[in-house]
């Protein structure tokens, strides 16, 4: 099975950067479409951006777009989630999960998931 582990969340100011990583302990990574949600309080958890197995094809939110990039290193089982002029409505628990193949936007849809890592950006 694939298991997820998040880590790289933190505090850091509107405008800044951080980069989150997700690990997997698994032996079939590389068959595996990864993604990123978030889930903010009050808030559904929502998508935020998917990467293929690949890593030839991604798909972002609108709310993140141009602002936020997903890559993978499958020589080193993980997905990386650049997170470019963060916004205080960025803040949330990110999630990284993943399915086999094809890339999808519904949480459903996904059948790993991680524990999350916290990231909040201040004004």
């Known amino acids: 099975q694939v298991q997820l582990v998040e880590s790289g969340g933190g505090l850091v100011q509107a405008g800044g950067s951080l980069r989150l990583s997700c690990a997997d302990s698994g032996r079939t990574f590389s068959n595996y479409a990864m993604a990123w949600f978030r889930q903010a309080p009050g808030k559904e958890r929502e998508f935020v951006g998917a990467?293929?197995?690949?890593?030839?094809?991604?798909n972002y939110a609108d709310s993140v777009k141009g602002r936020f990039t997903i890559s993978r290193d499958n020589d080193k089982n993980t997905v990386y989630l650049q997170m470019n002029s963060l916004k205080p409505e960025d803040t949330a628990v990110y999630y990284c999960a993943a399915r086999p193949f094809a890339i999808a936007q519904q949480r459903e849809r996904y059948n790993s998931w991680g524990q999350g890592t916290q990231v909040t950006v201040s004004s």
């Open positions: 990467i293929s197995w690949s890593g030839a094809s991604t």
